[in-house]
């Protein structure tokens, strides 16, 4: 008779094995977009795209600060804490860096992707890094499978995420040409940033169709009204 263990081990290496089938799909949303801007008439400026993804990479580092600050806080507290962050230290670190370099459109456009081409990287190595907990039995890998599964996350197609990058990705870019456009838009991009990521959190448990409508809409605006201002 399988115990719930076995059947959550069962379903988590199905999952991963479907996960990691479509791996390679990832790839193609950074591609896609770095196509369309080149036939909108947005050459790739190399050395913004770098400076995009490290600036991601920046803000990526400045949340071990928060988390070390709320460590000691209630479990639930602290995530609440370190999510509603994350806007205030992407979009700072998003101003900084086009406060640095240049507000040009066309340097906006290439940070832009550098910024949502390396979270998608970051997606990736995720997946790789969830898969090779497929066999692992100890303590924290259990509460690792037991977590994702409570979410729902496991009978997702893994279609549900590569379209999240996608839209995440739209969402980014708008974000870094609206910024250009207005360094004050920072005001309002802060709690919207942050609101976006609290939300995802806790629908995507109840429902990752709704989570995924959610990115898309709050993506495909950021992205036209980006592409407005410019």
């Known amino acids: 008779m399988n115990t719930t263990a076995d059947r959550i081990d069962e379903l988590y290496q199905k999952a991963t094995k479907r996960a990691l089938l479509f ?9 896609l977009f770095w196509l369309g801007f080149q036939a909108a008439g947005y050459e790739m400026d190399w050395k913004g795209f770098g400076l995009g993804a490290l600036g991601w990479f920046i803000a990526l580092l400045l949340r071990g600060p928060v988390s070390a600050m709320v460590i000691k806080l ?27 370099t240049s507000y040009s459109a066309s340097w906006a456009v290439s940070a832009g992707q550098g910024w949502a081409a390396i979270e998608v990287v970051f997606t990736m ?6 898969a090779s907990l497929a066999n692992k039995t100890d303590e924290k890998s259990v509460q690792a499978k037991q977590f994702l599964a409570a979410q729902g996350t496991l009978n997702a197609s893994p279609l549900w995420g590569i379209m999240e990058r996608v839209w995440a990705s739209a969402f980014h870019i708008g974000c870094t040409l609206i910024v250009a456009s207005n360094p004050w838009t920072v005001v309002l991009l802060i709690p919207l940033h942050s609101a976006l990521n609290w939300f995802a959190v806790r629908l995507v448990s109840r429902s990752i169709g709704m989570t995924s409508l959610l990115v898309a809409a709050v993506g495909a605006a950021a992205l036209a009204i980006g592409l407005f201002l410019v």
């Open 23 to 31: 791996l390679p799909l990832y790839l193609a949303v950074p591609a």
């Open 125 to 130: 190595v995720n997946v790789v890094v969830l």
């Open 74 to 100: 209630p479990q639930e507290k602290a995530k609440n804490i370190v999510g509603l962050s994350s806007g205030l230290l992407e979009e700072s670190t998003r101003l900084a860096l086009l406060a640095i």
